[in-house]
């Protein structure tokens, strides 16, 4: 399925079965010369199908088209070796390419061991990390390749057809996450930066970032831009994008505020105890019964919360041997 955005601007729509999203978004840039795509789906057959289909449909010759990385989850980056295989640039945030096996190598046991170890302090069972690891797609549907690829920065610019395309360096989603933005149109390609019906996840295990806090930074960043179409990662074009960012920072304000609320001055909680008493699990009650991967992913945003809150002086993260813990900062 293809449809025509704006004159030679086209989005394909690629499933992910399985996956509560459903589809995810491929953006081609059609040129006499050189084409380009933006974001792939995952490394497995339905979703190649769906993309190369749609490329013959739009007219696409893949000899004579590079491929854009709004970041490099799985989802979005899953199908780097089909561009590599035909001698495309391939363009990615810097960042994250020098991040790339963590985000999407993790089959490698030495990757898993890493995050084994990170995961493991803030309450997972061995036997959820276990299961974790048979069960993330981001291990499963990584991609074949990932030599070569060209690194962007904020600002680099990248000419296709008739558009003049700026990158928007967005960390927050990931650590390289980039947005590309063409002025004349006024249209944002968004990547997971920003979506039209949800909060993106911003997850970190890594308890020195600040990822929550870069996002917002991100957030405040793209409003400056006068944008008049925001083409997302996922599901449907938008143009409310300053309505979306107020909503998207008024989500995490009151996530902020669910967690401080769930602190008297004496509990201790880790992460994933407080992800079990967080309003996601209101709708069938019982944390006990969620599917491994989305406990994994909801610890993982609750982590960014408690770092955030830790940064700005109202929690406080107590590390011992075995576990992270966090409570309520003593302001006296």
């Not at 289909?53 to 491929?67: C, K, M, S």
């Not at 008739?162 to 990931?174: E, M, Q, S, V």
């Not at 990547?191 to 911003?202: C, V």
């Amino acid at each position: 399925m293809f449809e025509e955005i704006l004159p030679t601007i086209f989005r394909i729509t690629i499933p992910l079965p399985g996956h509560p999203l459903k589809t995810m978004n491929s953006y081609v840039i059609l040129s006499r010369e050189r084409s380009l795509v933006i974001d792939t789906g995952w490394n497995r057959y339905e979703c190649v199908e769906a993309l190369l289909d749609g490329l013959e449909l739009i007219g696409v010759n893949l000899a004579r088209t590079d491929l854009f990385l709004t970041h490099i989850h799985a989802d979005h980056a899953g199908l780097i070796g089909l561009f590599q295989k035909n001698h495309a640039k391939i363009f990615c945030g810097r960042s994250d390419m020098e991040f790339m096996d963590y985000y999407i190598n993790t089959s490698k046991p030495k990757d898993w061991q890493s995050l084994r170890k990170l995961a493991k302090p803030h309450g997972f069972s061995d036997t959820e990390i276990d299961a974790a690891i048979d069960t993330l797609t981001g291990n499963r549907y990584a991609p074949d390749y990932n030599d070569n690829i060209i690194p962007v920065e904020d600002n680099d610019i990248i000419l296709v057809g008739n558009y003049k395309l700026r990158c928007i360096a967005t960390p927050g989603h990931t650590l390289g996450h980039m947005c590309l933005y063409e002025p004349e149109s006024k249209t944002l390609f968004s990547g997971d930066h920003l979506l039209g019906e949800i909060s993106p996840t911003i997850s970190q295990w890594n308890l020195s970032d600040s990822n929550l806090a870069n996002y917002l930074a991100s957030l405040d960043k793209v409003a400056a831009y006068a944008v008049d179409k925001v083409l997302p990662g996922h599901w449907d074009a938008f143009t409310n994008c300053r309505t979306r960012i107020n909503e998207t920072k008024a989500y995490h304000q009151c996530r902020n505020a669910e967690i401080l609320e769930l602190f008297d001055d004496e509990k201790t909680m880790t992460a994933y105890q407080i992800a079990s008493c967080l309003s996601w699990n209101k709708k069938h009650h019982e944390w006990t019964f969620f599917p491994i991967s989305r406990k994994w992913g909801a610890v993982a945003d609750t982590l960014s919360q408690l770092c955030y809150l830790r940064d700005q002086g109202v929690l406080k993260m107590n590390i011992n041997q075995h576990h992270v813990t966090w409570s309520k900062k003593n302001r006296f």
